[in-house]
T-cell receptor, first 115, second 115 residues
């Protein structure tokens, strides 16, 4: 069964350093989502792509976060510089399209710890 | 913005018994989708069940069923014949048909299954 791949699974960094996360959605899925999940809370959408275009990045802290999906397939989320409050699980999800009926499939996540 | 509330941070159930997880949401929209996702410890989030707001019939998936009360904006999940593998965090989610079909998640309910 096809799955959403994410790497790394765990990342420890010091504050002010740069970090990057990678996501490979299920083949053929046009829509890709990045979520941040703070411990004890539900996922919060950071950015949503439709193919290579950003559909929604209203919750993305653009002063330090950036995301790209250059060829409309895999995606990278970057944080520079990292802050203590960025410690969280970063989840990637994909769906066939943006239709409301489409199921989102989640990857295993990248757990970020900022020291 | 839509909000999703899960008022039960933790629940427990005896194996083979039935448990109900509650979820309420706030929206001014008339058509939308509601979901329950399951996140086992250290494993990825998976879809449990989905409900379309315009459908009056409650969705069911094997041992999982929902009680959808649109007027009350309530969407509870019932798990029958609970199994040890049902132990997980359960997230209720709302998907708007506007605002780019964004998902809004609740804070989750941690379910423990007692052997």
């Amino acid at each position: 069964e096809a799955e959403v791949a994410q790497s790394p699974r765990y990342k420890i960094t010091e504050k002010s350093q740069a970090v990057a996360f990678w996501c490979d959605p299920i083949s053929g899925h046009a829509t890709l989502y990045w979520y941040r999940q703070i411990l004890g809370q539900g996922p919060e959408l950071l950015v949503q792509f439709q193919d290579e275009s950003v559909v929604d990045d209203s919750q993305l802290p653009k002063d330090r976060f950036s995301a790209e999906r250059l060829k409309g397939v895999d995606s990278t989320l970057k944080i520079q510089p990292a802050e203590l409050g960025d410690s969280a699980m970063y989840l990637c999800a994909s769906s066939l399209d943006t239709a409301s009926t489409d199921t989102q499939y989640f990857g295993p996540g990248t757990r970020l710890t900022v020291l | 913005a839509q909000t999703v509330t899960q008022s039960q941070p933790e629940m427990s159930v005896q194996e083979a018994e039935t448990v109900t997880l509650s979820c309420t949401y706030d929206t001014s929209e008339s058509d939308y989708y509601l979901f329950w996702y399951k996140q086992p410890p250290s494993r990825q989030m998976i879809l449990v069940i989905r409900q379309e707001a315009y459908k009056q019939q409650n969705a069911t998936e094997n041992r999982f069923s929902v009680n959808f009360q649109k007027a009350a904006k309530s969407f509870s999940l019932k798990i029958s014949d609970s199994q040890l593998g049902d132990a997980a965090m359960y997230f209720c989610a709302y998907r708007s048909k506007n605002t780019g079909n964004q998902f809004y998640f609740g804070t989750g309910t941690s379910l423990t299954v007692i052997p």
